[in-house]
């Protein structure tokens, strides 16, 4: 089955820099890599995603790339402000009705 | 679209109880249910995925006879944790299968914290 990895765990960054987490996925079929915000008791948030026919996707502080060859996506975030504060989780999925894989969180904290 | 209702919110149950988790799709038809649990600082876990009308897949290490699901309507999706025991405590969400074209990504249920005592 799949298999995601994502790092850093933790990541502290000030206000104003720019953050920048990655994945690796196992599963070559996987086509749908989506990214989420999960604050504390609450269900994730899709924040941005990309599809395996994309190479870079962009949505005003946020931007997420995938090399389908090496299986690496990553998400950046620029200016980073004090509510990007939270749980990071990248996924993968063969899409359509196919589960997610998660990644294993990585725990953003901006300071001021 | 694609809106999941989940409940309860959270639950405090005593060891030996059962508690049902209801995840109802609003506004769509959901053949599939993708159930995961989250324990605290870590990751979402696939439990298992439901699907109407037959039996659901579960994954390795996870006890189908203590986990119920059941899918008997494209709209209810409900997971039963039977004989609950504090190692049990934990976050458990839903997600319904989008079908075909993906046209929402994949949402997700607002999430049941359930503590066993």
């Known amino acids: 089955g799949e298999n995601v990895e994502q790092h850093p765990s933790t990541l502290s960054v000030q206000e104003g820099d720019s953050a920048v987490i990655k994945c690796t996925y196992s599963?070559?079929?996987?086509?749908?890599f989506p990214w989420y915000k999960q604050e504390l008791g609450k269900r994730p948030q899709l924040i941005i995603d990309?599809?395996?026919?994309?190479g870079e996707k962009k949505d005003q502080r946020i931007a997420v790339t995938l090399n389908k060859t090496a299986k690496h996506f990553s998400l950046h975030i620029t200016e980073t402000q004090p509510e990007d504060s939270a749980v990071y989780f990248c996924?993968?999925?063969?899409?359509?009705?196919?589960?997610?894989?998660f990644g294993t969180g990585t725990r953003l904290q901006v300071t001021l | 679209g694609a809106v999941v209702s989940q409940h309860p919110s959270w639950v405090i149950c005593k060891s030996g109880t059962s508690v049902k988790i209801e995840c109802r799709s609003l506004?769509?038809?959901?053949?599939?249910m993708f159930w995961y649990r989250q324990f605290p600082k870590q990751s979402l876990m696939l439990m298992a995925t439901?699907?109407?009308?037959?039996?659901?897949?579960?994954e390795q290490g996870v006890e189908k006879d203590k986990f119920l699901i059941n899918h008997a309507s494209l709209t209810l999706s409900t997971l039963t944790v039977t004989s609950a025991h504090p190692e049990d405590s934990s976050f458990y969400i839903c997600s319904p299968g989008q079908g075909a074209s993906l046209n929402y990504g994949y949402t997700f249920g607002s999430g049941t914290r359930l503590t066993v005592v």
């Open positions: 990309i599809r395996s026919n994309v």
């Open positions: 996924a993968a999925s063969g899409g359509t009705a196919s589960k997610l894989t």
């Open positions: 599963d070559s079929a996987s086509n749908y």
């Open positions: 506004d769509f038809q959901a053949t599939t």
């Open positions: 439901s699907n109407e009308g037959s039996k659901a897949t579960y």
